[in-house]
């Protein structure tokens, strides 16, 4: 499919080619002999249909996902952008991911429609920073949002009285500033002509403080904001505010860059009945039956934006791109939304793993890859170069369209922190661990002496039940990861 793209792609230019003389000839005044113009037409048309047949032959690899695929710049378009967030979700609880229970058709679709990773990783498995990393492109110690809140001094006190304390301001106010000093992709699209919408999970303050020109979030702490607020009603309470925001682009004729993170299929487990029924037939926990029908509530919202997008007749020209912020493995034995020790906040899979897809309507083609390492540092520089906008260059992923770019990357990173930063000053202070995977092999490696580092082949062992003992694997490994980054505070 990306020869037959990129070969179309090659006689389209020749096309070009064609006309952009024309049009010369008619602004100069050109009265070129019949032959002479021919002859010119044909070497620049001939050039445009080598290039296509040597691509055919396998010769252009890398060239033409420049041109056609990744900057959408040479054809100057600026597609829409859709960005879909799930949250808490583990990787293994899509249909599309060989769950046999859970029922998601509509991501199901989208992943037969797009450049699919089922290697995707989050650099860290907790809300607020990984959704900081999505924003931004940036690894955790480069942003500066390790948590979920500034650690409270008094942990008797009720959390949300003490996030309203004004002693406490000072706190949060350094963590949220953060997102107003990195670079956020709703604020580099801007700068493309491009509008952009917050909806759902939103940690920074007012949607406007992360460069959205539009959304659902106040942020007050004083209303109840803290890590959404009003925005954590969209997919929940229907989708009226993002198909609104949709319209108004499209009557405008802007390009739109669209947050999509509902509080699903997180916490409150509270599915409609319809959904949970099925479930509670075929799992004998309750717990887990309500996890399995909030991932298919989230799965049918995302059906209800896709197909919105679709009935505005505006697929063709807009990216869908999707993600978890983190995994979750529900405990059967609790009766509520309770998470087993080796998901949510962990380095393990379940924690950080995640599908990674990205589509575009005759622009990207589909395609499952099951090998590949991916992350979601990598989301921020693939959506900035299909809509043509610079990239920053202290971002440390690669474009997802870029296979080249991708088979030179033999490792990917992470790192985790505890839910409250201890000081904001220093975020890096609460550091857990880091973590390593190349190839089939994960290395994790704790901060506290007394935890073992532990070596996993992922291929014979994905769900990392067995350490393996390698010490010199463990040694290259571990070396690896220090030139990434160290682990120390700055
Ligand atoms: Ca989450």
Redesign the pocket.
Known sequence: MDTIVAAKAAARAAIQQFKKFRYLEAISGLSLKWETRMILRGVIGGVGWMVAILWVFGFGPGLFVDAAESTGESAGTRPNVVLILG??QAWTDYSFMGHSIIRTPNLDRLASQSRLFTRGYVPTS??RP??ATIITGLYLHQHGITGNDPALPDPKVNAMIGRRNPKYARFYETLMHRIETDPTLPRLLAERGYISFQSG?WWEGNFSRGGFTAGMTHGDPMRGGRHGDEGLKIGREGLEPVFDFIRQAKSEAKPFFLWYAPLLP?APHNPPQRILERYLKLVPSPAVARYYAMCEWFDETCGQLLQFIETEGLASNTVIAFV???G?IQDPNMPDHHFMPRS?RSPYEGGVRTPIMIAWPGKIAARRDENTLVSSIDIAPTILQLCGAPVPANLPGVNLLDDQALAKRTSIFGEIYDHDVADVDHPTKSLLYRWIIQGDWKLIVPVDPNKPTELYNLLQDPHEQHPVADPSRTDQLRQELDAWWDGQAE
């Open positions: 949250d808490d907790l809300c990984s959704l999970k997180h978890s912020d983190n979750w949510k």
